[in-house]
């Protein structure tokens, strides 16, 4: 099983990208997915997560807002639309799904 992530890249702040992460291998529940972020220097944060259904999402409070979490089961992708970024936003962003991991894609933010 395998988790792939995209999307990462360069931009000003204020302005936008999509990470995407698609599970690919064998077939397993993948309940809950979602995001975590690791920046230079701190430990690794939770960012955002959604329910199989996709009802029930959560987020890190300074992404509120800014950043939207949606799912597609019959692709098995999880997206995460962040919008209004921030320098602060920095890091590498990891996909995951139950208790597997993506291998992180790089996001940078200029000032």
């Known amino acids: 099983v395998q988790l792939q992530a995209c999307g990462g890249g360069l931009v000003q702040a204020g302005g936008s990208l999509r990470l995407s992460c698609a599970a690919s291998?064998?077939?397993?529940?993948?309940?809950?997915m979602g995001w975590f972020r690791q920046a230079p220097g701190k430990e690794r944060e939770f960012v955002a997560g959604?329910?199989?259904?996709?009802?029930?999402?959560i987020y890190l409070d300074s992404v509120k807002g800014r950043f939207t979490i949606s799912r597609d089961n019959a692709k098995r992708t999880v997206d995460l639309q962040m919008d209004s970024l921030k320098p602060e936003d920095t890091a590498v962003y990891y996909c995951y799904a139950d208790q597997i991991w993506g291998q992180g894609t790089q996001v940078t933010v200029s000032s």
């Open positions: 959604i329910s199989w259904s996709g009802d029930n999402t």
């Open positions: 291998g064998r077939t397993f529940s993948m309940d809950r």
